[in-house]
């Protein structure tokens, strides 16, 4: 699993670059379309539970935005992962 995040991460980082390259990304505003976030999250079993609900939910709903592909249509590729610190038990 480790092997597969870090094609699809390393896939993504292309994306972007080609696409800051071509000056379609947009990193503000109403319609950005890139973004990026690092953080560390110090959770207890209850905030990690409401951390995999949010997650989940986030999924469920960015997939129903999708629409057709018609013209004006732009794909955005979505890569999470998260992992616990590796002396996480």
Known sequence: MAQAASRYATATIRRLKRAIEAGAARFEGAE???????????????????????????VVKSRQLRVSNELGVETVTVTLLFAPDSETR
């Open 32 to 58: 950005a379309n890139a973004g990026f976030t690092a953080m560390d999250l110090q959770l207890d079993y209850a905030g990690l539970a409401e951390f995999g609900r949010l997650y989940r939910e986030f």
